[in-house]
């Protein structure tokens, strides 16, 4: 067992050597370097991405692109720093959450809104169609002073939904005087509030005895976060998959750096960005089947609201949806933006359902 996990280690130590050689050697070789980085690990659906992102851009190209991948904190740390980094060129390429970059850029929020995009379907055709986007890109460029491009929004861990370790959800009313792991940002902490429970916000490193110690009793998470740190071993139990959001991923290039290029190596790397999505959204479906399974074999409980419940979850966090267009700066813009996109994907995805079916 001990040789075989050595084993194991020292392949995967190749592996990693062997891409770190080839990178050197591209990038030797190439008349552009990028710099790409990723605060996870290569076992995330962010690191996937980047893997087909550095494929592709170095394919298209012919060489004259070279992609180095930085995973972890190797050039930076918190989603301001990394964001900084971004804007004065030592960093390339940067991914983080909405609730990663709400400091810097509050009205990327939107993404946390509650029950907005239907279904995987909806949510993918909305992100891939580029309308919504660009709005964001035009105010995240505007508020950098041209510094930092939103380049696409893929998908990190699939959907937020509610996990707890004291009792099945299944309404609203159940998640009374339930205190909630929120992040620091302001908007899912009045999405907890909205449906009657307490948001404590919590660091990430300290949600595991935080369960155990009862500091909180649940969390707004995806499944694969959610085995991937073993929190059934301290103590979460329930999971209801209400799918109040898709849990996205904004993906920034340094503009100047991009703006640079020549126009066909731009669409090289636009074309790029569209490949790392595409492997975003497949990623965590892929990573799901296995993580529910090892949910239900640690005797979780799964509960999937039928819609008149998830309907009742949706009526109880409209307040949310008036507190970021009054309180968020350019709330009310970018929540149109959304919801005009959500329902074009529906009419469009709905249509070809119907001929489909017939």
């Given at each position: 067992?001990?040789?075989?996990?050595?084993?194991?280690?020292?392949?995967?130590a190749?592996?990693?050597?062997?891409?770190?050689?080839s990178?050197?050697?591209?990038?030797?070789?190439?008349d552009?370097?990028?710099?790409?980085?990723?605060n996870?690990?290569?076992?995330d659906?962010?690191?996937?991405?980047?893997?087909?992102?550095?494929d592709?851009?170095?394919?298209?190209?012919?060489?004259?692109?070279?992609?180095?991948?930085?995973?972890?904190?190797?050039?930076?740390?918190?989603g301001?720093?990394?964001?900084?980094?971004?804007?004065?060129?030592?960093?390339?390429?940067?991914?983080?959450?909405?609730?990663?970059?709400?400091?810097?850029?509050?009205?990327?929020?939107?993404?946390?809104?509650?029950?907005?995009?239907?279904?995987?379907?909806?949510?993918?055709?909305?992100?891939?169609?580029?309308?919504?986007?660009?709005?964001?890109?035009?105010?995240?460029l505007?508020?950098?002073?041209?510094?930092i491009?939103?380049?696409t929004?893929?998908?990190?861990?699939?959907?937020?939904?509610?996990?707890?370790?004291?009792?099945?959800?299944?309404?609203?009313?159940d998640?009374?005087?339930?205190?909630?792991?929120?992040?620091?940002?302001?908007?899912?902490?009045?999405?907890?509030?909205?449906?009657?429970?307490?948001?404590?916000?919590?660091?990430?490193?300290?949600?595991?005895?935080?369960?155990?110690?009862g500091?909180?009793?649940?969390?707004?998470?995806?499944i694969?976060?959610?085995?991937?740190?073993?929190?059934?071993?301290?103590?979460?139990?329930y999971?209801?998959?209400?799918?109040?959001?898709?849990?996205?991923a904004?993906?920034?290039?340094?503009?100047?750096?991009?703006?640079?290029?020549?126009e066909?190596?731009?669409?090289?790397?636009?074309?790029?960005?569209?490949?790392?999505?595409?492997?975003?959204?497949?990623?965590?479906?892929?990573?799901?089947i296995?993580?529910?399974?090892?949910?239900?074999?640690?005797?979780?409980?799964?509960?999937?609201?039928?819609?008149?419940?998830?309907?009742?979850?949706?009526?109880?966090?409209?307040?949310?949806?008036?507190?970021?267009?009054?309180?968020?700066?350019?709330?009310?813009?970018?929540y149109?933006?959304?919801?005009?996109?959500?329902?074009?994907?529906e009419?469009?995805?709905?249509?070809?359902?119907?001929?489909?079916?017939?």
């Open positions: 067992m001990i040789l075989s996990k050595l084993t194991k280690t020292l392949s995967a190749a592996l990693g050597l062997s891409l770190a050689v990178g050197i050697s591209a990038a030797m070789a190439a552009i370097t990028i710099r790409a980085t990723a996870s690990n290569e076992n659906e962010d690191y996937d991405g980047l893997v087909v992102f550095k592709f851009v170095e394919k298209a190209s012919n060489g004259k692109v070279a992609v180095e991948l930085f995973i972890g904190t190797q050039l930076c740390s918190k301001d720093e990394c964001l900084q980094g971004i804007a004065d060129g030592s960093i390339d390429i940067y991914i983080s959450t909405s609730g990663g970059a709400a400091g810097a850029f509050p009205y990327v929020q939107v993404l946390d809104l509650p029950y907005l995009l239907r279904d995987d379907r909806i949510a993918e055709e909305v992100l891939s169609e580029g309308t919504f986007t660009r709005v964001l890109r035009e105010k995240i505007a508020d950098s002073g041209d510094k491009r939103l380049m929004i893929g998908n990190t861990g699939g959907w937020r939904n509610f996990a707890n370790t004291q009792k099945r959800v299944q309404m609203p009313a998640m009374d005087g339930l205190k909630i792991r929120t992040v620091v940002a302001d908007l899912p902490q009045e999405l907890v509030k909205a449906l009657g429970a307490a948001p404590t916000p919590i660091p990430w490193p300290e949600l595991f005895t935080s369960f155990q110690t500091v909180v009793e649940g969390s707004k998470n995806g694969t976060d959610i085995m991937g740190m073993k929190f059934t071993d301290a103590g979460l139990k999971v209801t998959l209400d799918g109040h959001a898709y849990m996205g904004l993906w920034y290039m340094n503009n100047d750096k991009f703006m640079g290029m020549d066909a190596t731009r669409r090289v790397i636009v074309d790029g960005f569209a490949a790392l999505q595409q492997a975003t959204f497949a990623s965590p479906k892929r990573k799901s296995q993580a529910y399974a090892d949910f239900a074999a640690a005797g979780g409980d799964l509960y999937v609201p039928t819609l008149e419940e998830k309907a009742a979850f949706k009526a109880a966090a409209e307040p949310v949806f008036d507190w970021f267009k009054t309180n968020i700066r350019e709330g009310e813009a970018v149109t933006a959304l919801v005009d996109a959500a329902a074009a994907a009419a469009k995805l709905d249509g070809g359902i119907m001929m489909d079916i017939k």
